[in-house]
């Protein structure tokens, strides 16, 4: 469905006093990722690595800077606006705030109207889909003359998710979907999404924070950090035998009144963390990294595979 072949995101820093060289930040540095048709990736990392920045690259929302996408064996990168409006009607994004992302002065109608209106469908038929989609996301159909400000946060995110299955799409990009949302309400929006995937055969590329919801709901996992990808395995092998000091170090981090992941004191270790040069060369982790080495330091590790379906960038992979 979606495939990434080295994709790359810099931003240029303006010269200064303080530094009067141009310098690049790597917000994403040579991602190679690939999702299956009607399957779940879950994509984790910490604030500021670089997931949402990856998922407005897919959605061409910002430019890339290296690389290629394509979807379904098609190379989107350097589509222009026109070309890819066919296309995307097939990508769409549910965002992690559901207040924000949705207009206070647009009724839900209007809300799940908009796309299908740019897309010029008939009056008629746009009126019977927003009826079917509410029912779809569990909301009654005489939502559709409400506010925003006149739901709760889970159903503005049942709305969200209805703008976004308004024009049939195949992918769906979920940026922290279920994030703001109480437990409860975040075990019902899990089970919608599961639901509507089962019904509408939907590929999810799913961002989040939360180690246990992306487990629940992830057929893989790819392990962010610092704009690269370090780690990428199906789920229950991930979670159950990482093999990247950072993934174990995330999955330690996971309150748990029994621990199932046993690390012993030198391989949970992590060195007191420093800031590396904006033009660092070398592994994105070492200064953290308690088996680094000088090879570390001088040079990027590739994402090899080093069991079937598990994936990782490491120069270590036996001793980690």
Not at 230 to 258: C, D, R, W
Request: glycine letters at 4%; aromatic letters at 6%.
């Amino acid at each position: 469905m979606l495939r990434l072949n080295k994709v790359s995101k810099y931003y240029q820093l303006n010269k200064s006093f303080i530094s009067p060289l141009r310098k690049k930040i790597k917000a994403v540095d040579s991602v190679c990722l690939e999702i299956k048709s009607g399957e779940t990736l879950g994509l984790v990392g910490e604030s500021g690595c670089g997931k949402s920045t990856l998922a407005r690259i897919i959605l061409k929302l910002i430019a890339p800077s290296a690389g290629e996408i394509y979807f379904q064996d098609q190379e989107i990168t350097d589509l222009s606006e026109n070309q890819f409006r066919a296309l995307r009607q097939k990508i769409q994004i549910v965002f992690q705030d559901p207040y924000s992302s949705l207009s206070p002065r647009l009724t839900v109608k209007k809300i799940i109207s908009e796309p299908l209106q740019a897309f010029k469908q008939k009056k008629v038929l746009i009126a019977q889909r927003v009826k079917e989609l509410l029912i779809n996301v569990g909301l009654n159909p005489e939502y559709e003359n409400r506010l925003p400000h006149q739901l709760s946060g889970g159903e503005r995110q049942r709305v969200g998710i209805a703008r976004a299955l308004a024009t049939n799409p195949e992918l769906l990009i979920l940026d922290e979907a279920v994030s703001s949302l109480d437990l409860s309400t975040q075990a019902q929006v899990l089970n919608l999404l599961k639901d509507l995937q089962s019904k509408y055969k939907l590929t999810y590329l799913f961002i989040a924070h939360n180690l246990d919801v992306v487990r629940y709901i992830s057929d893989h996992v790819a392990v962010m950090y610092k704009g690269r990808i370090v780690e990428q395995a199906g789920v229950n092998q991930l979670y159950e035998n990482p093999s990247h000091p950072y993934t174990k170090i995330l999955l330690n981090s996971m309150p748990s009144f029994e621990k199932k992941l046993l690390l012993n004191k030198n391989q949970s270790a992590i060195l007191e963390k420093q800031i590396l040069p904006l033009d660092n060369q070398g592994c994105c982790f070492y200064a953290q990294c308690n088996k680094a080495q000088a090879q570390c330091a001088e040079e990027k590790p590739e994402l090899n595979q080093i069991k079937l379906g598990h994936w990782l960038s490491c120069f270590k992979p036996k001793e980690i």
